[in-house]
């Protein structure tokens, strides 16, 4: 599993440390960068992470185009998230994931974090997922989806029945999905029919 990669961004010496020693105590994480300044965040460009932890006092309008090209809309798969780190919630051009509270406790804290990145490796997983299936059995699963039979599917896309059940076995098996109501919600969910289509 790739470790949760981290960025910081704090002018207090004490306030950052601090947050590096709570980080730490979460496995498979690592601290890639720290920065203590507006001028230092220009190389934030350079460096991938999956979070960024920053104070929104070392925001100016430089910095905000640095980090809307780092990032993305919030849980975007492959691209940085923003964690803010300020006494209160502050209303910025970036999206934040989560809101630290500089008062906050380390229990506090490291709850935060344990769930972005729960909710990240849950992305990557499903992402996975859907990578491991061929194509020919993402148009499986689409017609199970939509609630064709085995012969339907077969007759559809001109194979034999006996090789429908085969792909059917095979998708069954890489999702861990056993029934037609749960695949038909992971083909939703990952775009392989709209919603709509079931109806």
């Known amino acids: 599993m790739p470790k949760s990669t981290f960025i910081i961004c704090e002018k207090s010496y004490i306030v950052r440390k601090g947050l590096i020693s709570i980080i730490e105590k979460i496995p498979n994480t690592q601290i890639v960068q720290q920065f203590d300044s ?58 934040w994931v989560e809101f630290i509270n500089i008062n906050d406790s380390q229990n506090t804290i490291l709850t935060k974090l344990k769930t972005l990145i729960g909710n990240k490796e849950t992305n990557e997983s499903k992402s996975k997922s859907q990578d491991e299936i061929s194509k020919r059995e993402v148009d499986i ?25 085969t792909h059917r076995k095979n998708i069954t098996r890489k999702l861990g999905i056993k029934t037609v109501p749960g695949l038909t919600i992971y083909a939703i969910l990952n775009k392989i029919i709209n919603i709509n289509d079931t109806e």
């Open 38 to 95: 507006e001028d230092e965040m220009k190389n934030l460009s350079n460096i991938e992470s999956d979070f960024i932890v920053i104070n929104p006092n070392l925001l100016n309008k430089e910095t905000i185009n640095i980090l809307q090209n780092a990032g993305s809309p919030a849980g975007s798969e492959g691209n940085s998230q923003f964690i803010s780190l300020s006494e209160k919630s502050e209303i910025t051009d970036i999206n």
């Open 141 to 165: 699963l689409k017609n199970i989806a939509l609630g064709l039979s085995n012969k339907e599917i077969a007759d559809k896309l001109f194979i034999s029945t006996h090789t429908v059940v």
